[in-house]
């Protein structure tokens, strides 16, 4: 039980009515959740305005409310706090509830288009075989040590976020590495997090159905870096032309790193294969099994975040050469008779160029590439036409189909992809909305020494239609129709 005078702490308050010395058990923004001795934060979101459910909040048991407009009548002895941004001084009063977790364990944020979830997910993983406890937080799955937390978003909200954090702390967590989403940045989820650092890896097209222009899709990345302290470390990729944006006027200490560019930092590839990656970090050869330019990114800032937290250079290198990729990332499978399937979430313009770049390095040029590419529905509709240029471009026949339709037709979402497309690419080019049979048609289209590319989902073990989400999973589907087609 907590005084909410003590949990304020931070917030932008305009005004009060009611006593502060209150006590408070529960800290909430979602009215179902509210119980009695509850906090109700009225958050307006994208879709539902907190302010609406004050009154079923007070009736669920709350005793104090901290919104943005104070309602016409103050119910009873109910204490209302008036803040200039309720989603803001949530963070505030998240992290001060749950004592302030973030500043008891480091916490690395990455942010970026691609590669969060690989470098947030690599960094757990190193830091774990070197022997450290450590949290990850992270699209796939959150993670206490070695015990898996199931992850609904990118970034979790303010509470969940402080909550996790706390857990991790009392399991004697050294480091937290996370994913920090360009919505959750906008949304201040993050905000009242003390981080120990932060990682730009790249920027390009996506989300802009939330942030409706790029430049505005900048300035959230952005927040992670004008938000961190003079202690903290601010790690940019100088290979994208929007790195040195990242960091201006940032007050940590800002690192450089690169394959191509000079930079603080820097890796060059000196062999890609389905093997994996041979590279040279810091003058060290280093051998990996992740497969790709792209993974040689996510090593890279590793490897660099690894030396601003003072670890010990030959102990990481050592380490990363045994690390894999999470699930879904360039994730494959090799039939007897050679053909190859790549399972890989790439649902960006930009990220699935990077996976057909690598199978294009990989191949020895006689292989057909066969490319399975969808786009979600209810999420930016301009990059439609992109995908599926990008992968007519890259690859020898094309299988347009559904990846999350969401609430529109999957029809509707394939025939905008094919806008892209002009009459060339069109020949190479058809269509199946069903993602199952679109899969099996693709394989069924190979041949020995094929490679078939299923991309979109990655690790996702479902499929969202009409809002009802029914399992599904891309790699046993493909693993299972190539067995079959082995017989």
Known sequence: ???????????????????????????????????????????????????????????SGAVAIVCEKIPDYPTGNITFIQVQNSAESLGYIASNFYDNPSEKIQV???????????????????ARKMGFKAGLLSTVVNKINDTDVPATHTTPNAIALNALLAEMVAAGCTYCFMEASSHALHQHRLTGVQLRGALFTNITHDHLDYHKTFNEYIKAKKILFDMLPSSAFAITNLDDRHGDIMVQNCKGK???????????????????????????????????????????????????????????????????????????????????????????????????????????????????????????????????????????????RVVLTSDNPRSEDPETIINEMKEGLDPVMMKKTLAVSDRREAIKFACTLANAGDIVLIAGKGHERYQEIAGVKHPFDDFQIVSETLTMLEK
């Open 1 to 59: 039980m907590k005084l909410l005078k003590d949990i304020l702490f931070k917030s932008r308050i305009q005004q009060v009515f009611g006593s502060t010395h209150v006590a408070i058990e529960y800290v909430t923004m979602d009215s179902r959740d509210v119980k009695p001795f509850s906090l109700f934060v009225a958050v307006t979101g994208t879709t539902v305005d907190g302010h609406t459910y004050i009154d079923k909040a007070i009736a």
């Open 254 to 396: 800002v690192k450089t790193m690169a394959l191509h560019s000079m930079a603080d930092y820097r890796a060059k590839v000196l062999e890609n294969g389905f093997t994996g990656l041979h590279l040279v970090i810091d003058s060290q050869d280093v051998y990996t099994q992740l497969i790709g330019g792209f993974n040689a990114y996510n090593i890279l800032a590793v490897y660099a975040a690894a030396m601003e937290l003072g670890l010990d250079k030959m102990d990481v290198l050592t380490a990363i050469s045994g690390l894999q990729a999470p699930d879904g990332r360039f994730q494959y499978i090799k039939t007897p008779n050679g053909i190859t399937a790549v399972v890989d979430y790439a649902h960006t313009p930009d990220a699935l160029k990077n996976v057909l770049k690598t199978i294009a390095d990989i191949r020895t040029g006689n292989e057909q590439v066969i490319s399975i590419v969808g786009c979600g529905g209810d999420r930016d509709k301009t990059k439609r036409p992109e995908m599926a240029r990008i992968a007519a471009e890259w690859s020898n």
């Open 108 to 126: 690395v944020a990455v942010t970026g288009t691609n590669g969060k979830t690989t470098t947030a997910t690599l960094m757990h993983r190193l």
